[in-house]
């Protein structure tokens, strides 16, 4: 790939929370050079206020409009902001047992209290059950009409063995991995 290639990745990683976006996401991004945005730090204030609608949606299309780069986050909402730029889209649909044990192990973030990782943690059980986009349903859709490279992730071992060449190789198709 030429370097003019490697400037046009753009990678969104979805999933739920506790499947290991973040960390998938620095893993990549630390390999292939690309700028990381976590779509909890455009959808939350750092205070832990919810952001409008509307700006949460500039930002990321402001970070979308990047030359490169690599969104990841739970809000199906936000993420279909960066779709349309998007080269390659991988999906972490791990079972809620591996995204539970994720949640526990990493602990509050972003100035969460107790209350509120008890809160996050009843969302993300119900993430099989809601309807919205930033559920199971929310996040098959998004993957099955994704019209660039797309993998499909179920396990933690898959997602810690996924290589990021192997990332910059979806980048380039246009078809599931």
């Known amino acids: 790939m030429s370097t003019r290639d490697a400037t046009a990745l753009r990678i969104a990683i979805i999933g739920n929370s506790g499947s290991g976006k973040s960390s998938l996401a620095a893993k990549a ?29 500039i930002l990321v299309a402001e970070h979308a409009a990047g030359a490169a780069w690599i969104i990841e986050g739970v809000f199906g909402w936000l993420t279909e902001i960066a779709l349309p730029r998007a080269k390659a889209l991988v999906w972490l649909d791990l079972p809620w047992a591996e995204c539970r044990e994720g949640l526990l192990q990493r602990g509050a973030q972003h100035g969460e209290t107790e209350g509120d990782q008890a809160a996050l943690l009843a969302w993300a059980g119900d993430y099989w059950t809601r309807t919205s986009s ?21 396990t933690r071992a898959d997602v810690s063995a996924l ?15």
């Open 134 to 154: 930033s559920s199971f349903a929310g996040h098959l859709q998004l993957y099955e009409t994704f019209g660039g490279g797309k993998i499909r992730l179920q």
């Open 29 to 57: 991004g630390s390999g292939l050079k690309l700028p990381v945005y976590d779509l909890d730090l455009l959808h939350w204030h750092a205070d832990g206020r919810k952001r409008e609608e509307a700006e949460a949606k």
């Open 163 to 177: 290589p990021p060449q192997t990332i910059r190789r979806l980048a380039g198709e246009n078809d599931a991995f």
